[in-house]
């Protein structure tokens, strides 16, 4: 079946940087769009980058754009998000997700989205 395993989180102070790790299992990671998104208390989930199968094409919510950096290893089948310049209202449960077409069409639509990981909590302190 298939399963995203996210890492990588934890506690940091503002302006600081964390990595995010997301590793894909069974399914055709290579040619699947990836995409990240992010989960506030008492918040919807809320689209935060996208990277296409070939890793040539990213999108990014304008709250992020600029401090995060989504990549992607296709033999590695793992998706990883750099963020950098955190700040407080970055904290959230992140979770990956796999894109139901390979490109990075309709980013922010959760529909799109197939699968999901179970989510790695982010909490920056100011």
């Known amino acids: 079946q298939v399963q995203l395993v996210e890492s990588g989180g934890g506690l940091v102070q503002a302006g600081g940087s964390l990595r995010l790790s997301c590793a894909a299992s069974g399914l055709t990671f290579s040619t699947t769009a990836m995409g990240w998104f992010r989960q506030a208390p008492g918040k919807e989930r809320e689209f935060v980058a996208v990277i296409n199968w070939s890793g040539g094409s990213t999108a990014y919510a304008d709250s992020v754009k600029g401090r995060f950096t989504i990549s992607r290893d296709n033999v590695k089948n793992t998706v990883d998000l750099q963020m950098n310049s955190l700040k407080p209202e970055d904290t959230a449960v992140y979770y990956c997700?796999?894109?139901?077409?390979?490109?990075?069409?309709?980013?922010?639509?959760?529909?799109?989205?197939?699968?999901w990981g179970q989510g790695t909590q982010v909490t920056v302190s100011s």
């Open positions: 997700a796999s894109k139901k077409s390979f490109d990075t069409v309709r980013a922010a639509n959760r529909d799109d989205y197939r699968y």
